[in-house]
C-alpha cells in the first residue's frame, strides 16, 4: 500500500473512534456513532472536499497546518501525532532500510546484566541479541529458531505457549501490534515489515483485525505479568532504552522489586538456568560446550535479514 493509501487508512480509523459529542455536537440519529466527514472538515478548518479527499488518498501531502488540526480534532496522543506526521511526510524523511546489526560492545553488556533479563529489540520486533535470563523468562531457545522467527511478534501470534505465559496475552498482542504500526510509519519501505504482517495476517484472524485498528506506540517501559511454566507466576517491570546505534533499536531489561516474590521467583529462575547451562558444558562435546555463550549473545554477533 502507498503512504497516502496508508495515510487515508489511518485518518479513517481515528475518525471511526471519534465521537461528536467529544466536541459538543449532537449525536442525534446517525448511520455511525463517529464523526461525519463534513463535521470533521469543519472543525479542523477544511473545505469538506479536501477532507474526502484525505481519506481517499487523492489530496497530497497536507500542511503541517492541516495536520495540527486534524489531531486536535481526533484527539491524537503524542505517539499516534508522530505517525501521522510521518505517514504525511511532512517533515521527518524516510529512513534507509539496512541490514541491523548489535555492536560486539552491546553483547558484552547482555552477558554483563546477568542475571537480569535482557535482550536487544530491532525495528521489527525482531530480538537481534540476548542473555541466558532474557531467553529463559520468554521460555524461547533463539537459537533454535530462524532468523524470521526471532521475533516478538511470531512467538505471540505463532507459539500455542505465549497464549499461557502471559497473563494478559490481548494486551501484550496489541501493544506488540501498535509498535509495529509505528515502525511500519517510519519505515515504509521495509520488506522484512511487509513480509511480517503478511505472514501474521494469513496465520491469525486476531492479527489481521487488530492490524486494521491502525492503533500506533511507541516502545517505553511497563509491567508484564508471565505464568511462567517453571517457576510460576512473575510480576516484571521492563524498561525499553534506545541504543546509540539506531533510534530503533532498543535494549529491553526486565526487573522485579527486590524482596517480593517475583523477586524470588526471578532468583529460582536464574539458579535453574545456571544450574542448566553447567551441566550443559560438563557433560557437552568441546565444540557443544560453546553454545550456552552462543545463547547468551555475548560470544557472536547476530544480525536479522
Not at 507459539?159 to 490481548?170: G, N
Request: glycine share 6%; charged share 25%.
Amino acid at each position: 500500500m502507498t503512504t497516502q493509501g496508508q495515510l487515508a487508512d489511518f485518518l479513517r480509523s481515528r475518525r471511526d473512534r471519534t465521537r461528536p459529542e467529544d466536541h459538543g455536537l449532537p449525536a442525534g440519529r446517525r448511520r455511525s456513532p463517529c464523526l461525519r466527514r463534513a463535521e470533521v472538515a469543519q472543525l479542523a478548518g477544511i473545505s469538506v472536499d479536501y477532507y474526502i479527499r484525505l481519506e481517499q488518498g487523492k489530496a497530497g501531502r497536507p500542511s503541517p497546518t492541516v495536520l495540527d488540526a486534524l489531531a486536535r480534532v481526533m484527539r491524537l496522543n503524542p505517539d499516534e501525532r508522530e505517525h501521522l506526521y510521518l505517514l504525511a511526510r511532512a517533515e521527518s524523511p524516510r529512513r534507509t532500510v539496512t541490514v541491523e546489526r548489535v555492536r560486539p560492545g552491546v553483547h558484552q553488556l547482555l552477558e554483563a546484566l546477568t542475571p537480569t533479563p535482557a535482550y536487544v529489540m530491532g525495528r521489527r520486533m525482531d530480538v537481534l541479541a540476548w542473555n541466558s535470563m532474557g531467553s529463559a523468562v520468554m521460555g524461547v531457545d533463539f537459537d533454535s529458531l530462524r532468523l524470521p522467527q526471532r521475533n516478538l511478534l511470531w512467538h505471540v501470534f505463532c507459539m500455542p505457549e505465549a497464549r499461557s505465559l502471559y497473563v494478559d496475552w490481548e494486551t501484550v498482542a496489541r501493544q506488540g501490534i501498535a509498535h509495529l504500526r509505528a515502525s511500519a510509519g517510519r519505515y515504509p519501505d521495509d520488506p522484512g515489515i511487509t513480509a511480517l504482517v503478511g505472514e501474521l495476517s494469513v496465520k491469525s484472524e486476531e492479527f489481521r483485525t487488530w492490524w486494521a485498528r491502525h492503533d500506533v506506540l511507541d516502545r517505553g517501559s511497563g509491567r508484564k505479568e508471565f505464568d511462567h511454566p517453571l517457576v510460576g507466576r512473575l510480576q516484571l517491570d521492563y524498561e525499553s532504552l534506545r541504543l546509540s546505534d539506531g533510534p530503533d533499536q532498543h535494549l529491553v531489561v526486565y526487573t522485579a522489586p527486590p524482596g517480593s516474590p517475583s523477586h524470588q521467583a526471578l532468583d529460582e529462575l536464574a539458579r535453574i538456568t545456571l544450574k542448566a547451562e553447567d551441566t550443559a558444558t560438563r557433560t557437552a562435546t568441546p565444540w557443544a560446550k560453546l553454545r550456552p555463550f552462543h545463547k547468551a549473545g555475548a560470544r557472536r554477533p547476530r544480525g536479522s535479514a
